[in-house]
Every structure is written in C-alpha cells, then in structure tokens.
Nanobody, 127 residues
Framework: QVQLVESGGDSVQSGGSLSLSCEVS????????MGWFRQAPGKLREGVAL???????TYADSVKGRFSFSEAKAQNTLYLQMNSLKPEDTAMYYC?????????????????????WGQGTQVTVSS
C-alpha cells in the first residue's frame, strides 16, 4: 500500500514560482509510475507531469518549459517545480501512483489507471 502526501500549494502572482512536494511511503516510488495531476473547478482532472520507472519525465504541452519533475531518492520524495505560473494553472494538484500490470507497459498519462492518490494541494495564481 502506497501513501502519498502533497504539500507546497499556495497563492502566488502570475509569473511566480512554487515547488510542490510528494512524500511517498509504503514503497519505493521507483517501482511505480508517478504522476502529477491537476483539477480546476468544473474541469476534468488532467495530467501535468509523469515520471516513469526508468526515470524519464513527460510533460503536458501546457506546462512544458515551465514545470519540472525532480527527485530526492533518499527521502523517497518527488517535487514539481513550477515556474512562470499563469492564472490558468490554478487548480488542486495531486500526486498519484500505479504499477502497470506488465513491465513493458508504458506509464499512462490518463488518471484512470492510477490507484494511489494524495489528498491534493491547492495552487492559486492571480493575475
């Protein structure tokens, strides 16, 4: 059983930066597909960034060049550094994990297969 705890959400001005943390317990995150997702009011949950088990990162087009995934393996913690924030980045941000059935399967960018979710951390960007 994997437990995920996010932190770091805040209210910032447009153009500002935030760093979100995802503390992982119960297992080593390298065994899982790890994703950051966000959900704004009235919108579907969407993928923001993905870290696969080989350590490769993938980003949504809307955040490429502005957001970056980083790791602190010794602390079993992942980070999402968010720069040049825009009002449209305002959302609840979630860390999530799942383990694909077969090792050859790529990690999904859809939230559907993710089994483990944190409680979320709110990011609000004002113009």
């Amino acid at each position: 059983q994997v437990q995920l705890v996010e932190s770091g959400g805040d209210s910032v001005q447009s153009g500002g930066s935030l760093s979100l943390s995802c503390e992982v317990s119960g297992s080593t995150y390298s065994h899982y597909c790890m994703g950051w997702f966000r959900q704004a009011p009235g919108k579907l949950r969407e993928g923001v960034a993905l870290l696969d088990r080989a350590g490769k990162t993938t980003y949504a087009d809307s955040v490429k060049g502005r957001f970056s995934f980083s790791e602190a393996k010794a602390q079993n913690t992942l980070y999402l550094q968010m720069n040049s924030l825009k009002p449209e980045d305002t959302a609840m941000y979630y860390c999530a994990a799942y383990r694909p059935t077969y090792t050859y399967m790529p990690c999904s960018t859809s939230p559907a297969p993710y089994d483990y979710w944190g409680q979320g951390t709110q990011v609000t960007v004002s113009s």
